[in-house]
């Protein structure tokens, strides 16, 4: 497949995973604002927190998903159906043998962390007990079907996940009328239909993957090589999958042991934002990663090296051309979203986009890595980086009392350490040189970010002496971020040839419009 075709298909990709995003995040802002204030705040962190309990145990899930869409993928991009076959019905093996191990330490380990650990108070233990087992079958739902989505994304049809979003999204605003009229228990009520959704989404995806994909059924595989390959990848990816749920949940186990529930619906509100904002990185990056595993697979290591770094330095612009107008308008956009914005939720929300910022950068090595197979340097230097975030924040808040805002602080300074750990070592294993790593990404978006921030810290010095902070300065504002952000990136963030197929793609647009 030429470079041109590639680019078409990760483009047509891009927009409809783009497509799927904007309408279950706009649906998302509105059912969260809903859900929030019928629950309360104090039922909204239980919610967050027993899910979050659950998710650590879903570490398992992504390592062998990750594997299974790795392999997949690789199978296709060498052109092998018998191969692709295999390792597909290997999946849906594993990932049964994977959702009983769930199971297991969900109902054991779990739950006695639920019942000895857990800040809740007495008169909603038996609600926070039901959700915590609706979580579990959630869970056990989406680790199930996991090998399917695998298929859909190695396969490159990212239409599925558009249109089975316009059922996803209906289904949600289903569960917030029915909430809002239902005369039982809000949380347990509110955990159970959460399932029923789940559960409608899976099987979607699993009967179009039956329709679609006729070929790829599944079948008895007694392949021990392939088995030994697909779970050594496993166990070293684990580490990382791991690593990072335990950073994340870590510390929101944290601030649930120092502070209750009520700064864990603070810290759900801002995981929630920080995982929609860095949808937009994922989705692109969705599109982009069959394409750096069949480059690998091929040793067209030019492609990689390019795939690599246009999808690094563009993640990264994105995620600044989402955040910049946010961070600016942080206090609005929360009270016009929730209404009820619990304390310390705009300082979460800040210090998760400054995260998501670093992030955006770490999907391409985690890409390109997993291209390769070779995951134990890997996953040991960047597992035990991530690791350092519990111990790290538990210390600093233990022995010094720092508060919430700085123990999440935490988790971005570690992840800026890590990021430097994964550039070291991935590189020279898609055979990479550091300088045009350098001199391709880091350089640019650095130059970027300085100019950007600086002009928007004028720009806010500025406009605090102005009496009018409403609606209309917040759309100003957002205008003048975008504005300068797309000036700079264009000016100081592409090169020559990025900045003619810019013009030259404007200047087509233009004759086609006038």
């Keep these: 497949m030429s470079s041109e075709i590639n680019n078409r298909l990760i483009a047509k990709n891009t927009i409809l995973l783009y497509f799927r995003m904007m309408l279950t995040m706009c649906i998302g ?23 979050g309990i659950v998710a650590m145990f879903g570490f398992i899930n992504g390592s062998m998903s990750s594997s299974t869409m790795r392999f997949i993928t690789f199978a296709l991009g060498k052109g092998s159906t018998d191969e692709v076959i295999k390792t597909f019905s290997m999946g849906l093996l594993v990932h049964f043998a994977t959702a009983a191990i769930v199971l297991i330490l969900a109902e054991t380990i779990g739950l006695w962390y639920f019942f000895e650990k857990m800040v809740i108070p007495v008169e909603r233990i038996s609600a926070a007990f039901w959700a915590y087992q609706c979580s579990i079958m959630s869970t056990l739902i989406v680790i199930v079907s996991a090998p399917y989505n695998s298929l859909i994304i190695a396969k490159e049809k990212m239409g599925a996940f558009a249109y089975i979003s316009i059922l996803e999204v209906s289904l949600k605003l289903l569960i917030v009328y029915l909430l809002l009229i239902s005369d039982f228990d809000k949380l347990v009520f509110y955990s159970i239909l959460f399932v029923v959704v789940q559960l409608i989404i899976r099987v979607c995806y699993g009967q179009y993957c039956r329709i679609k994909f006729p070929e790829y059924h599944f079948k008895i595989v007694k392949d021990k090589v392939l088995l030994k390959k697909m779970t050594m990848f496993s166990m070293w990816n684990m580490n990382g999958f791991l690593a990072l749920l ?6 929101n186990l944290i601030l649930n042991y120092f502070w209750g529930p009520a700064v864990n619906a603070a810290y759900g509100i801002a995981t929630q934002v920080q995982t929609k904002v860095a949808d937009f990185c994922a989705n692109f990056q969705t599109a982009v990663n069959p394409q750096i595993t069949k480059s690998y697979a091929n040793g067209n290591y030019t492609n990689l090296h390019h795939l690599v770094i246009t999808s690094s330095k563009y993640s990264y612009y994105l995620m600044l051309l989402i955040s910049v107008p946010i961070l600016l308008n942080i206090d609005l956009i ?35 890595v997993h291209a ?12 035990t980086v991530l690791l350092l975030v519990v111990p790290i924040a538990y210390f600093m808040q233990h022995y010094y ?23 070291i070592i991935v590189l020279p294993m898609i055979k990479m040189k550091y300088k045009d790593y350098f001199l391709s990404v880091i350089l640019p978006i650095s130059t970027v970010s300085l100019v950007v921030f600086m002009l928007m810290l004028l720009y806010t010095i500025y406009t605090t002496s102005l009496d009018d902070r409403g609606i209309v300065q917040c759309i100003i504002s957002v205008g003048f971020s975008i504005l300068v952000i797309l000036l700079c990136v264009y000016v100081l963030g592409c090169n020559k040839s990025e900045r003619w197929i810019a013009k030259n793609y404007f200047y087509k647009l233009f004759n086609k419009r006038f």
């Excluded at 335990?246 to 510390?251: A, E, R, W």
């Excluded at 998760?352 to 390109?368: C, D, E, G």
């Excluded at 390769?372 to 597992?383: A, D, I, S, V, W």
């Excluded at 919430?404 to 550039?423: D, F, G, M, N």
């Design 334 to 368: 929360l009270n016009l979203w929730l209404g009820i914005v619990p304390n310390y939720t705009s300082e979460f929300v800040i210090v998760m986009l400054f995260y998501t910022l670093v992030r955006s950068m770490a999907f391409a090595m985690i890409a390109s």
């Design 29 to 51: 802002l509105y059912t969260s604002r809903v859900v929030l204030n019928t629950l309360g705040i104090v039922d909204y962190g239980i919610f967050n927190i027993v899910g």
């Design 372 to 383: 390769t197979g070779n995951l134990r340097r890997f996953q040991l230097c960047e597992g």
């Design 401 to 423: 009392n720092v508060g919430p805002v700085i123990v999440v602080s935490v988790y971005l300074l570690v992840e800026i350490v890590a990021q430097i750990v994964r550039i």
């Design 246 to 251: 335990l950073s994340t949940q870590g510390v």
